[in-house]
């Protein structure tokens, strides 16, 4: 595969179209774009984009469907960066981002234009854009491709600006260069072993960084086609799977575990040839559940949306489950000392940096945010602690300002989470720190059940004390109907806190 350090997402795109021009690179329930298509589709949009706005980000508000690809990349095609915007938040996030930003423009389709229209933008659909493109004069596409050329963006344009959740505070704006993306593309490519033969279930969010490079820029890179699924629920996407004939899954693990038990009790006929878990850390009992059904491992990889953001993966050989892979091609991985600064010795633990051509360029606007995470030598504190084994696996232990101090001694949420999953009427499980005159802090944990699976507090904490060293076990349980969760499933500790 050819190097994508130095080159931008539109060379990915045309690469790919003269490789693979009259194969099959988007499709949906209603849709089947070529390579040749897609391409013509993204050069189209691009000018239209050009005269809708001055400001260098356009903004967007689609879900994973066929039109998103072309609108991601007819923004870098009119010298914009795309922001793909977070479909559940409320209009006053939305303002904001926009604002920070500098987004004046919102792209959407027509079934989102009215509940856009309190917000401070111009919004425009791609079905206006369309009618508009029909009215008018076939265009040259030589003529296209010359006006484009005078906005063409450089390796090291920002490509995307992705707006992380934030544990504290207004979200922050991630800038990601053509460079970042289409780099990770390409390790990621080579070190999942994507080939022209996968077909992609691209039911990810558009603003989530693993939907943008593993379900859609990686399967073009490497020949592939993406099948797009709007809105996640685990019957539609078993149902798209089997309709799309989808051998690759790209899921968060609590995506993987409603899938699983819906395949298991309502089994589709599907022909997965590979599964990647990503975005948060993977249950033992997720991945158990899933290998017994359908029949295959589920490699685990880790990343952040600031590394755009795949680190490290379990390739097919290269895997250790309990890990989240070795990093990849081109990726340098180390454990520091987050009070020292020094670097650990192989096995200890400590902060996982990275440095790597993945690593973003900044936070948008914010300098000193910046500073706090990107070293003078280009090294990315993760905020993850973890450690690399013998072997040379990276393990992921928690987050650092989730790390619980239990009398000095250090406890990570998702080990505890963990244990209380196995208990076959915890349906979610969330840990948190609770302040203890006497030990500084005591693990709380917050716990949601199936539906018709009763448990009591003592049996759960007695699994814990079954599981987890003394002071690991929570010292409470409290029931909830459900726990807070982010638009992917995963559970907000920081909601809980």
Aim: some cysteine; charged content about 20%.
């Amino acid at each position: 595969m050819p190097n994508h350090t130095d080159i931008t997402l539109l060379d990915l795109l045309e690469r790919a179209r003269q490789a693979h021009g009259d194969k099959p690179a988007v499709l949906g329930p209603d849709a089947n774009l070529t390579y040749a298509q897609l391409h013509m589709q993204a050069v189209g949009l691009g000018a239209a984009f050009m005269q809708l706005t001055q400001k260098n980000v356009l903004a967007m508000f689609l879900p994973m469907i066929p039109p998103f690809p072309g609108a991601f990349f007819g923004a870098g095609y009119a010298g914009k960066a795309a922001l793909p915007l977070n479909m559940l938040l409320p209009g006053e996030d939305l303002a904001y981002i926009l604002a920070d930003s500098g987004a004046d423009t919102i792209v959407t389709i027509e079934m989102f234009k009215e509940k856009l229209k309190p917000l401070p933008a111009k919004i425009v659909t791609l079905e206006e854009l369309k009618a508009k493109a029909a009215a008018g004069p076939a265009p040259d596409p030589a003529a296209l491709m010359k006006l484009l050329a005078t906005v063409r963006p450089k390796p090291e344009s920002t490509a995307a600006f992705l707006y992380t959740s934030g544990t504290t505070g207004k979200a922050k704006g991630v800038e990601l260069t053509h460079r970042n993306l289409a780099s990770n593309t390409a390790s990621a490519t080579e070190f999942m072993h994507f080939t022209p033969d996968y077909r992609v279930l691209a039911c990810l969010p558009t603003f989530h960084t693993l939907a943008i490079t593993a379900t859609m820029l990686a399967p073009l890179a490497a020949g592939g086609s993406l099948f797009t699924f709007p809105k996640f629920d685990p019957d539609g996407v078993l149902q798209a799977a089997e309709a799309g004939g989808c051998n690759v899954f790209v899921m968060v693990p609590s995506m993987y575990r409603l899938v699983t038990r819906r395949q298991d009790k309502h089994p589709h006929k599907l022909d997965i040839k590979l599964a990647i878990a990503g975005g948060e850390p993977l249950p033992e009992e997720v991945r158990a559940n899933f290998e017994r059904v359908f029949k295959i491992p589920l490699h685990e990889g880790y990343g952040l949306t600031e590394t755009s953001p795949v680190i490290a993966f379990n390739a097919a050989n290269a895997s250790k489950p309990g890990t989240v892979g070795k990093p990849l091609p081109g990726v340098a991985v180390k454990i520091v000392d987050p009070e020292t600064m020094q670097d650990v010795a192989r096995g200890g633990t400590g902060e996982v940096w990275a440095q790597g051509p993945n690593i973003m360029k900044g936070y948008h606007n914010k300098a000193e945010e910046t500073a706090k995470v990107l070293t003078p030598e280009g090294w990315f504190r993760t905020g993850d602690m973890g450690l690399i084994d013998a072997e040379g696996f990276l393990q992921i232990t928690g987050r650092l300002k989730e790390m619980i101090k239990v009398g000095g001694e250090m406890v990570f949420p998702a080990e505890v989470e963990n244990a209380l999953l196995k208990h076959p009427s915890v349906h979610e499980a969330g840990v948190v720190g609770e302040r203890d005159d006497r030990k500084g802090e005591v693990v709380k944990a917050f716990v949601a059940l199936y539906e018709g699976k009763p448990a009591t507090a003592d049996e759960l904490i007695e699994l814990c004390r079954k599981e987890l060293a003394p002071y690991k076990v929570p010292k409470s349980v409290e029931f909830r109907p459900e726990l807070p969760k982010g638009p992917t499933g995963k559970v907000l500790r920081r909601l809980l806190k």
